[in-house]
């Protein structure tokens, strides 16, 4: 069954450095997500990617987060200068988005990235 | 999208149904009602998808009422590995690449 992976499975870090969280989508899906979850909370989104370009991000996306499609497999996510409060799973999800008719495709979740901020 | 409601808590033992109910008052008519499943430490999971009165597959059965106002999650016999958080969310059709909103779900506890 394909599968959605992500690299590495934990990253440590110190406070003010940048961070590259990598995902693979499964093949032949359309949308990239990148979500996150803080210990104990809930799951928060953070963009969308459609078409090589950001569809829809949230409050929690701003100018330190980028995203990028570097080829024509992996969907990633970049933190310029990470902050405590950056500590988090992050998730990686993709979607086929190519159904035709009323069903709705589901979106597939990664294993996540544990970013550890110090 | 429309907010959806669920009990923050429920406990169960080995072998009964469970019964997760989501109210969603404000569903619009291109909404779906989907459920997640996450266990600790893993990304949410895809269990089950409807838009109207019931529909079954190998994990789940989901009951939606005409009014499509509510949601109830049918979990038949549980295990002790069906402890796990369980996430009521809507999607639109219309939208196919609008994030999915995560409310705080329902941790469900399956003991022996």
């Known amino acids: 069954e394909p599968e959605v992976t992500q690299t590495p499975s934990h990253q440590v870090t110190q406070m003010g450095q940048e961070v590259i969280l990598r995902c693979v989508p499964i093949?032949?899906?359309?949308?990239f997500y990148w979500y996150r979850q803080i210990l104990g909370q809930k799951v928060e989104f953070l963009v969308s990617f459609y078409n090589n370009e950001i569809s829809e991000k949230s409050e929690i996306f701003d100018d330190q987060f980028s995203v990028e499609r570097p080829d024509g497999s992996n969907f990633t996510l970049k933190i310029r200068s990470t902050k405590l409060e950056d500590s988090a799973m992050y998730f990686c999800?993709?979607?086929?988005?190519?159904?035709?008719?009323?069903?709705?495709?589901?979106?597939?979740f990664g294993p996540g990235t544990r970013l550890t901020v110090l | 999208l429309a907010k959806t409601t669920q009990p923050i808590s429920m406990d169960s033992y080995e072998g009964q149904e469970v019964n997760i109910t989501c109210s969603h008052n404000?569903?619009?008519?291109?909404?779906?009602i989907t459920w997640y499943q996450q266990f600790p430490s893993q990304g949410p999971r895809f269990i089950i998808q409807g838009y109207k009165t019931k529909v079954t597959n190998e994990v789940a059965s989901l009951f939606i009422p005409a009014d499509r106002k509510s949601s109830t999650l049918s979990l038949p016999r549980v295990s002790l590995s069906d402890t796990a958080v369980y996430y009521c969310l809507v999607d639109s059709l219309n939208q196919a690449g609008t994030a999915l909103i995560f409310g705080k779900g329902t941790t469900l506890s399956v003991s022996s």
């Open positions: 093949s032949n899906h359309l949308y």
């Open positions: 404000n569903i619009a008519t291109n909404d779906y």
């Open positions: 999800a993709s979607r086929d988005g190519g159904s035709s008719g009323r069903k709705l495709d589901e979106q597939f």
